[in-house]
């Protein structure tokens, strides 16, 4: 049977699945935001003296250097000319690498497609180290925008002491030094002609111990580095290089050494496409239906029990961390295409909240007075917004995570009849208004249309939880958001929020324009009165006159919304 040719990033995206890798970048991966190379920093500081001296037409920068003084240029010798100290070598160095005004305003200077790239494949777990020959810091930045503080070595004296390298949560190797290190800068052939021991050891375990995956290094000029990645006998998982342009010879022989593949692609593509594949794989095992429904069952199980559900407990416990930990709050919240970036952030947390909602939904269901604590405390944090410019989508995101729970867990109440909990989860989780000052209940602010900008999605994502894990029908699942939602705007305008857009059918009548649950509300009210379960907990001040006068407002308000669709 003939073998089959896949993509080079699918074939890496695997490989990636079950290995650690090490990823090479060089200076194509920070050319395209406008980043100067090593040879440009230098040439620009050469051009800069011969300025000040009043050289006029000097051709080539480094000739000119080798004649007027004798020797050829390093960053040492440069950098002590130019300034009088670290701090003004430091400062001198700046300007080259950190973006200004301008720099920001037009996206120059900021972590690339490829850089962030990375960042997402090192926060799957699946890139432990980047190693970089760029002086820049593009690499550190798009690793803590994705939630990770990467450990840094910047010359070779980092080294000693580091910890073990799989205890890392990523390693940054400055291959060259970096900029704000100006004695660790190295670019002359001399100067890389041969690294120090200590980071010639560190490469040698690395090399064995990794895959690798390079991109934007065109391997012409390093020699030391040529030579780590050479003297590695073993071959032990799978080597890719990705470059726009044919390999040099030197670096097809040093690919051919390690019987890597060569990916015509640039950086940014290459490395995007590979974290693209490895975050699909990585749904569809994710969206695998048994793996929630055996969470289900085994909460189920759990609450079946006459004593505390210790197991469900714990199960709650890592889903409600697993989602508190996704990086959603670390931003970035400006983007190029900030539509775009809200749909695959808000599908990513669609996909990581699967189990979590499911376990919620379930808990509130046929839990008790001792369960509810177990999610009911986490909505706060969950909520908690974010203090940053940006866009505004991205930013109210943040917060979708505590919408999510409170709906899994309302609905599920609501369709139960489990009054006490539905009030609690109505009332008790308190977030900050942002817009009005103070706090207000969460349920009351943070409705889907502010956190997810789409209620139906919302309700699309929970129906599987209960027609699938808690059998309600299609029809009962959809009366028991009706009534969930119809009761969070009663609770909303009790927390003295205005009216918003709830997603809820009109009642059947033809010319009528009531809420659909509004006639079950009522008849719940006639038949119960002041004894009715959700007065008895305190909700909408806990009488009928009350609830009854906040139900004609939002009646009201619903009729008028309807009204003005209807007739345009």
């Known amino acids: 049977m003939a073998r089959i040719d896949l993509d080079p990033h699918v074939t890496l995206a695997f490989a990636l699945q079950d290995t650690k890798y090490a990823v090479l970048l060089g200076a194509g991966a920070s050319i395209s935001c406008g980043m100067p190379s090593a040879w440009d920093v230098q040439q620009s500081l050469i051009e800069r003296i011969a300025a000040a001296e009043g050289a006029g037409e000097i051709g080539d920068p480094q000739d000119w250097y080798t004649r007027r003084f004798g020797q050829a240029p390093t960053y040492d010798t440069l950098l002590d000319s130019l300034t009088g100290s670290a701090f003004g070598r ?11 005004e301008t720099d920001r305003e037009e996206g120059r200077k900021q972590p690339t497609a490829a850089h962030r790239a990375v960042a997402r494949l090192a926060a799957a777990g699946s890139v432990k180290i980047v190693l970089t020959t760029n002086f820049d810091r593009l690499a550190e930045t798009a690793l803590r925008e994705a939630g990770i503080e990467p450990t840094i070595v910047s010359h070779p004296d980092d080294i000693t002491g580091l910890a073990p390298l799989h205890s890392l949560d990523c390693l940054v190797v400055h291959l060259h030094g970096d900029y704000l290190n100006p004695t660790s800068m190295l670019n002359t052939p001399a100067e890389l002609a041969a690294y120090p021991p200590q980071l010639d050891a560190l490469l040698d375990r690395i090399f064995d111990e990794y895959g690798l995956f390079i991109a934007g290094w065109s391997g012409t000029w390093d020699t030391a580095l040529r030579n780590a990645i050479s003297r590695c006998t073993t071959r032990r998982f799978p080597t890719f290089w990705a470059d726009p342009r044919p390999l040099s010879e030197v670096a097809q022989e040093l690919l051919d050494r390690r019987a890597g593949t060569y990916v015509a692609s640039d950086a940014d593509r290459f490395i995007g496409q590979t974290a693209d594949a490895l975050a699909a794989m990585a749904d569809i095992k994710r969206h695998r ?176 939880v209960f027609t699938e894990h808690l059998a309600l029908s299609a029809d009962a699942y959809i009366d028991a958001w009706e009534r969930f939602e119809y009761l969070r705007l009663l609770a909303a305008d009790r927390a003295g929020q205005s009216f918003g857009t709830p997603f809820i059918r009109r009642a059947p009548e033809a010319w009528s324009y009531r809420p659909a649950p509004a006639d079950w509300l009522q008849h719940e009210i006639d038949r119960d009165g002041d004894q009715h379960p959700l007065l008895q907990n305190g909700f909408a001040g806990g009488t009928t006159v009350e609830l009854l006068a906040t139900k004609k407002k939002i009646d009201d308000s619903y009729a008028q919304l309807h009204i003005r669709k209807t007739w345009g």
Not at 92 to 98: R, Y
Not at 371 to 395: F, K, M, N, Q
């Open 90 to 100: 430091q400062a001198l160095l700046k300007s080259f690498f950190e973006p200004d």
């Open 289 to 464: 239906p048994q793996s929630t429904a055996i969470a289900v069952a085994s909460a189920k199980r759990a609450l079946d029990g006459g004593q505390q559900a210790i197991s469900l407990h714990d199960m709650l416990r890592r889903e409600l961390n697993h989602v508190a930990g996704l990086p959603l709050r670390d931003g970035p919240f400006n983007s190029p295409d900030s539509d775009a970036e809200h749909e695959r952030r808000l599908t990513v947390l669609e996909a990581e909240t699967e189990r979590l909602l499911a376990l919620v939904a379930t808990t509130a269901y046929w839990g008790n007075e001792e369960t509810d604590p177990w999610w009911l405390g986490d909505i706060e944090a969950l909520g908690t917004p974010v203090r940053s410019g940006g866009a505004t989508a991205l930013l109210n995101l943040v917060r979708a995570p505590a919408t999510m729970v409170i709906y899994a867990a309302g609905i599920a109440a609501t369709a139960k009849g489990r009054w006490p909990t539905l009030v609690r989860a109505l009332s008790q989780p308190r977030t900050e208004d942002q817009h009005k000052g103070g706090t207000v209940p969460a349920a009351a602010l943070l409705d889907p249309w502010t956190t997810t900008c789409c209620a139906e999605r919302l309700q699309d994502q929970l129906r599987p």
